[in-house]
């Protein structure tokens, strides 16, 4: 079974800083995709960035990227600029690649991030 | 475009109390999942869907049953509910394959007294 491991439950940033969240992940499998949701006080989940097993480059999506490093299974994401609104759990998560059927998400236990003004 | 929509968003039950979660989706989606929330941790699958008439379990199914109704709707009963199962639940749905965007519900906070 897959498993998501997301070693910092707390992460603090400066408002314009940088910061960076780690995740790690354990698979037999060699296609698969990676995900960041980002959960807000509202609670409602949304995707920040995926990454594709398949690909080297590292997903950027405005301000957030990630580094994905597959040999090591290390999936990171860092946020540029923070801003106020970048506040919330974030979690990651992992999903195998291919059209089987109940191809399910399974996700770390979440990192919460704090922005200082 | 409402995405999915889960029912009720909140709820209270006494020990023993039975009751169903409600989820539809509008987006033609083949898959739905049910996950629960426990406070400060990530999200658990509960049971899925993925395609109309089959079910199959997750990685914390018991006290739960599932009901794939149509290709729209998906819902979660607790027949007898229990404290343990205090949490916020989420139904999502997506396509079929890896790659695909899961789209989540809002949430249902169900209290277990």
């Known amino acids: 079974a897959q498993t998501v491991t997301q070693s910092q439950p707390e992460m603090s940033v400066q408002e314009a800083e940088t910061v960076t969240l780690s995740c790690t992940y354990d698979?037999?499998?060699?296609?698969?995709?990676l995900f960041w949701y980002k959960q807000p006080p509202s609670r409602q989940m949304i995707l920040v960035i995926r990454?594709?097993?398949?690909?080297?480059q590292n997903a950027t999506e405005n301000r957030f990227s990630v580094n994905f490093q597959k040999a090591a299974k290390s999936f990171s994401l860092k946020i540029s600029d923070s801003q106020l609104g970048d506040a919330a759990m974030y979690f990651c998560a992992y999903r195998r690649a291919g059209n089987n059927a109940g191809n399910m998400l399974t996700f770390g236990g979440g990192t919460r991030l704090m922005v200082k003004p | 475009n409402a995405g999915v929509t889960q029912t009720p968003k909140f709820q209270v039950l006494k020990t023993g109390q039975s009751m169903t979660l409600q989820c539809a989706q509008d987006?033609?989606?083949?898959?739905m999942y049910w996950y629960r929330q426990d406070p400060g941790m990530g999200l658990r699958l509960i049971y899925y869907s993925a395609s109309e008439g089959t079910t199959d379990k997750g990685e914390v199914p018991n006290g739960y049953n599932v009901s794939r109704l149509n290709k729209r709707e998906f819902s979660l009963r607790l027949e007898s509910a229990a404290p343990s199962q205090t949490s916020v639940y989420f139904c999502?749905?997506?396509?079929?394959?890896?790659?695909?965007?899961?789209?989540f519900g809002s949430g249902t906070q169900l209290s277990v007294l």
């Open positions: 698979t037999s499998e060699s296609d698969y995709y």
């Open positions: 999502a749905s997506s396509f079929t394959g890896g790659k695909e965007k899961l789209f």
């Open positions: 987006m033609n989606h083949n898959s």
């Open positions: 990454q594709e097993a398949y690909k080297q």
